[in-house]
Each structure stands twice: as C-alpha cells, then as structure tokens.
C-alpha cells in the first residue's frame, strides 16, 4: 500500500489490488467540506478517473462521531474571501459544491463504495448520493438540516430521490434537525444497502471493492456507467442504448476472462 501525501483534508492509500482509500479526514469538524477540501477532490477525482490502476474506491471518513455534516459553516461566517461566498448572504449557495465532490458529476465511472458511522448530513449527500455501494454502522444517522436553518433543500434531496423512495427524501428534507434517519430506515429506504458492526466496517467496505476490483475493469466500469446514465434517459431511450454499452470491453469472438477461473470464491460473499 501507498500514501498519496499531495492533499491537506483528505488521506488517500493506494492498495496493491487497485483499491484506492479515500478517508475524510477532518474529525475536529466532524469531516465537513471546505473549500480546500472541494480543492482535494476536484485533484483526486481527476486522478481517479485516469490511473488505470485504480479500479475501486472506499470513502470513508476519520474518527467515530460523523462521516460528515456537510459544509462547514465556520469558513461561511469567517473567511469572506472565499470564491464562492456571498457575504452579503452568507448562507445562500453562490455554486454548487457538487460539481468538486460528487464522482459521477467528475466523470468518474469506477466504483465506489461508502463506508458510513456517525452523522451523515446536508452536503455530505454529495457524495453518498453518487457512491455505487453505501453501507453503514448502527450507530449511523441521516438527515439534512436545510429547512431547520432557512434554507430550500433542493440540490441533495434531488440527487437522493434517484436512489430513495421518495416519500424518505420528503420526510427526511421537511423534519430537518427534528428528525433522524437510523440506520435500518436509510437500508429500508434504498439508501444504504447494508448495516455492518462498527468495527467490522472498513473491512467490509474494503472486501466488496476489492471484489468488485478483481474483475475485469472494462467490464465493471462500462456496468457502472450505462447504468447511472440510463437515468438521464427515458426508459425506451435507455434500453434502446444499453446494447452499446454491452459491446465495450466485451469484443464479440474474443474470451476476456477464463470463466472457471472467474468463479468467486466463497470468502467474501456473505
């Protein structure tokens, strides 16, 4: 394993199977963004998105009480230099932080796989909203304090409601600070697929990316990408397109991969 030591708010191992560990790793302030944080992900994502061996990511966050309550509203009230701050309106958002931390928005089609404790909140939904897999300890709690504050939830519930049912995103959006969502509500709801014992988390996290990074990475990242941009499609749209994304990495006449050697074996299947 190697330490990528080039960011300030993020630690970043690569592991020897081509899983990249991505830890948010600002406990103080329960992991919430800032603008260097935004700053680390617009580099790793593009790092992401062209090493050819990084073929699966785990993000996950540093210390025990949050993943991360969203933006950090110290930098909003003290650093008016900021870009992106209106300081005539500090708690009105002047540009989407979504475009630096979402992966998929980052044209990132590798998977990833979000490993969540404690509090998950508001913005931190930029990030679990576009993980391919999310699973979470029983002590984790979702919930999105925008209307509690004064502010619309627009852009998180908008991008949850893909993957919520939705009368989840509205509860969740319209209780705010009133109200969380446990861990088994956020499974039942479709956002987390998984409850894993706190301290068998990372290892669980850790063994479904490196699952998902032994397989043939054309194929995995083509499966990822047809099917996130199936959602910007009409369903006879999309499915008149899915044959396309079929043929790439899957040359017609030509064995990829030994199909008996491709059998998984049984130690990480639960």
Same mark, same amino acid.
């Given at each position: =394993?190697? *330490?990528?030591?080039q960011? $300030?708010?993020?630690?970043?191992?690569?592991?020897?199977?081509?899983?990249?560990v991505v830890?948010?790793?600002?406990?103080?302030?329960?992991?919430?963004f800032?603008?260097? =944080?935004?700053?680390?992900?617009?580099?790793? #994502? @593009?790092r992401?998105?062209d $090493?050819?061996?990084?073929?699966?990511?785990?993000?996950?966050?540093?210390?025990?009480?949050?993943?991360? +309550?969203?933006?950090?509203?110290?930098?909003? +009230?003290?650093d008016?230099?900021?870009?992106?701050?209106?300081v005539?309106?500090p708690? @009105?958002?002047?540009e989407?932080? !979504?475009h630096?931390?979402?992966?998929?928005?980052?044209?990132?089609?590798k998977?990833v796989?979000?490993?969540?404790?404690g =509090?998950?909140?508001? !913005?931190?939904?930029?990030?679990?909203?576009?993980?391919?897999?999310?699973?979470?300890?029983? $002590?984790?709690?979702?919930f999105?304090?925008?209307? +509690?504050?004064?502010m619309?939830?627009?852009?998180?519930?908008?991008?949850?409601s893909?993957?919520m049912?939705?009368s989840?995103?509205?509860?969740?959006?319209?209780?705010?600070?009133?109200e969380?969502? *446990?861990?088994? +509500?956020?499974?039942?709801? !479709?956002?987390?697929s998984?409850?894993?014992?706190?301290?068998?988390?990372?290892?669980?996290?850790?063994?479904?990316?490196?699952?998902?990074?032994?397989?043939?990475?054309a194929a995995?990242?083509?499966?990822? /990408?047809?099917? #996130?941009?199936?959602?910007?499609?009409?369903?006879?749209?999309?499915?008149?397109?899915?044959?396309?994304?079929?043929?790439?990495?899957?040359?017609? !006449?030509?064995?990829?991969?030994d199909?008996?050697?491709? /059998?998984?074996?049984? #130690?990480?299947?639960?």
């Open positions: =394993m190697s *330490s990528d030591s960011y $300030d708010t993020i630690l970043v191992d690569d592991r020897d199977d081509g899983v990249t830890t948010l790793n600002r406990p103080d302030r329960l992991n919430a800032d603008t260097a =944080m935004r700053a680390d992900f617009r580099r790793l #994502w @593009a992401v998105r $090493d050819v061996d990084v073929r699966a990511v785990v993000l996950r966050a540093a210390g025990e009480r949050a993943f991360s +309550t969203g933006l950090d509203v110290t930098e909003r +009230t003290t008016n230099d900021s870009p992106w701050v209106d005539t309106a708690f @009105a958002e002047t989407d932080p !979504g630096d931390l979402s992966p998929k928005r980052n044209q990132v089609w998977p796989v979000a490993a969540v404790r =509090m998950c909140a508001g !913005g931190a939904f930029y990030w679990i909203a576009e993980c391919d897999i999310v699973i979470c300890s029983p $002590d984790a709690t979702f999105d304090p925008h209307v +509690t504050y004064g619309v939830a627009a852009l998180e519930p908008i991008a949850l893909y993957r049912h939705m989840d995103v509205l509860r969740m959006s319209l209780l705010g600070l009133h969380r969502l *446990s861990a088994e +509500t956020a499974r039942s709801s !479709g956002l987390v998984e409850v894993v014992a706190a301290d068998e988390l990372d290892a669980r996290a850790l063994q479904l990316a490196s699952a998902i990074a032994s397989q043939p990475a995995v990242e083509g499966t990822v /990408k047809a099917i #996130w941009q199936s959602m910007d499609a009409a369903r006879n749209q999309a499915l008149s397109t899915a044959l396309l994304y079929t043929q790439v990495g899957n040359p017609v !006449g030509t064995a990829t991969v199909r008996a050697a491709a /059998k998984p074996s049984q #130690w990480w299947l639960r």
